[in-house]
């Protein structure tokens, strides 16, 4: 035992000669780091590429211009000024935001849905914004890589699985995870630093609280029940933050004195009116000028073609891609924009050299009146070559990728499937283009003695009634005040742009 403590403070001493300590510029305290700002920034540049890529971000419109323009004015009053701060909204349904350890800072789509004022937007960005200030992922990464020794160490001298307090001074669970009750600690300090940072930008205090109520009552919808802080989760309990944002909102009101009048800020009606203003008509869903999904079909208006998923697998419509998956996850058929051409056998070799595979029972074809040319290879994967057949088809100068992968078999598994994917390419017929929609937030007033349900009704409303009192803020039960403005989700015909190109 006593050779192992040794061994314990000859790793600790090694690990303290390897780490470097840095003062913390929201809390003026001096911690532990091992990423550099230029390892941060490069970090940065790297995930903005495959965040783009991946899930991808909304181009500029007068909403992302807003959403950066009220980022700009919380970072004046950052801890941290020695970065360019960005603002973004990506593709995503779900409530989300996220930042980058060099500044880049992203809300979701889903999130502008469920906020209703802008105080609550900017408490949400004011919270990023905290968490780059405070050089949290600098942090978590000092912290993960000296987890493993740590807990070496704590296990050796018998002090693992003791409670201890927190930097906030509060106790966790006894035996909780190290990083969780870590990461934990940064979401606290976040909401800290981000309510002050909304607070002497002159925003409304409350504006946390009520996002957070918004946010449990949504996860309440989605799961069931309120996250509670477990084992593993990495935020606490949406009820705690909810508690604490109150409490300091309560305060800030305090020291401000008097209504909301009284300290210059709108009323919540007046706000919630100003907010909607911005939001009113943005793509609640993914945009269709990145194509739509109907049952099992793809619609792509401003590239003009469509194309036929196989039956019962589940799609997926990306950034850049757009995929389906075999029921039992051991196939997929995968649809990407190569780039221009003319001619499917020199793309297909072009790929190939690229990507460094080997084509095998080449073949040209046509698909309809479209020259294409199929070939089979092998993928490679970490856990061995995926059997894959791939069509490349020329359609508007364009070509265009289409692949079929078995994973865990043979390639006959699915062939059928595959091909019948490939042979389904077609350009849009006028059918097929007046039947495309896109879902719409739009804004509806109530009617003197209308219920929610009554408006959805009127109105064409595709939320449900519970969805639609989430996102609202209100109770479904509760009567509408004449004139109230409500959100509404709306299926409207989409006019292609020829200049558009989302597929990359």
């Given at each position: ?336 924009l190569q780039g221009p051409g003319s001619d499917p056998a020199a793309a297909a070799r072009a790929y190939a050299e690229r990507e460094k595979l080997r084509l095998q029972q080449g073949l040209e074809l046509s698909i309809g009146a479209l020259p294409a040319y199929r070939a089979q290879t092998v993928l490679p994967a970490p856990y061995g070559g995926i059997p894959a057949e791939i069509t490349w088809i020329v359609h508007g100068e364009l070509i265009y990728r289409l692949t079929g992968g078995v994973r865990g078999g043979p390639l006959k598994t699915y062939q059928t499937q595959f091909r019948r994917f490939a042979q389904s390419f077609r350009p849009l017929s006028p059918e097929d283009r007046a039947s495309i929609r896109e879902l719409r937030l739009r804004t509806a007033r ?59």
């Amino acid at each position: 035992m006593a050779r192992l403590f040794r061994l314990g403070l000859v790793l600790l001493a090694g690990l303290a000669l390897a780490c470097t300590t840095a003062v913390n510029p929201a809390t003026g305290q001096r911690e532990v780091v091992l990423m550099s700002p230029e390892e941060e920034q490069r970090a940065d540049e790297e995930a903005t590429r495959e965040i783009a890529e991946s899930m991808g971000v909304v181009g500029e419109s007068p909403l992302s211009d807003y959403v950066q323009g009220l980022g700009v004015q919380l970072a004046r009053f950052s801890p941290r000024q020695d970065l360019d701060y960005h603002f973004d909204i990506v593709e995503m349904d779900e409530p989300n935001a996220f930042a980058l350890p060099g500044g880049h800072i992203y809300v979701s789509r889903g999130l502008l849905v469920l906020a209703n004022t802008e105080a609550e937007l900017s408490h949400v960005l004011g919270h990023e914004i905290a968490h780059v200030a405070a050089r949290h992922h600098a942090r978590t990464d000092a912290h993960m890589k000296t987890l493993g020794i740590a807990t070496l160490i704590s296990e050796l001298i018998g002090g693992g699985g003791a409670s201890h307090p927190d930097d906030t001074g509060e106790h966790e669970t006894a035996g909780a995870s190290p990083l969780a009750r870590y990461a934990r600690n940064q979401e606290r300090q976040a909401d800290r630093i981000g309510q002050d940072i909304a607070a002497r930008a002159g925003i409304e205090p409350g504006g946390m609280a009520r996002f957070l109520t918004s946010l449990d009552n949504y996860t309440k919808l989605d799961l069931g029940f309120s996250l509670p802080q477990t084992y593993f989760a990495t935020h606490p309990a949406l009820r705690e933050r909810m508690a604490d944002a109150a409490a300091r909102a309560h305060a800030e009101a305090w020291r401000l004195g008097g209504g909301d009048a009284a300290r210059g800020f709108q009323s919540l009606r007046a706000a919630r009116e100003a907010y909607f203003d911005h939001i009113e008509g943005m793509a609640v869903t993914r945009p269709a000028s990145e194509g739509v999904i109907e049952d099992n079909r793809f619609l792509h208006a401003d590239l003009d073609f469509g194309l036929r998923f196989p039956h019962d697998w589940e799609p997926r419509n990306g950034a850049s891609s757009v995929a389906a998956f075999a029921p039992k996850r051991d196939g997929a058929v995968i649809l990407e924009l190569q780039g221009p051409g003319s001619d499917p056998a020199a793309a297909a070799r072009a790929y190939a050299e690229r990507e460094k595979l080997r084509l095998q029972q080449g073949l040209e074809l046509s698909i309809g009146a479209l020259p294409a040319y199929r070939a089979q290879t092998v993928l490679p994967a970490p856990y061995g070559g995926i059997p894959a057949e791939i069509t490349w088809i020329v359609h508007g100068e364009l070509i265009y990728r289409l692949t079929g992968g078995v994973r865990g078999g043979p390639l006959k598994t699915y062939q059928t499937q595959f091909r019948r994917f490939a042979q389904s390419f077609r350009p849009l017929s006028p059918e097929d283009r007046a039947s495309i929609r896109e879902l719409r937030l739009r804004t509806a007033r109530a009617e003197p003695g209308e219920t929610l349900i009554q408006l959805s009704k009127r109105t064409g409303n595709e939320w449900d009634p519970t969805f639609t009192s989430v996102v609202n803020g209100i109770f479904s039960h509760e009567a509408l005040d004449p004139g109230q403005r409500i959100k509404i989700a709306v299926k409207e015909p989409y006019l292609a742009k020829v200049d558009s190109a989302p597929l990359r």
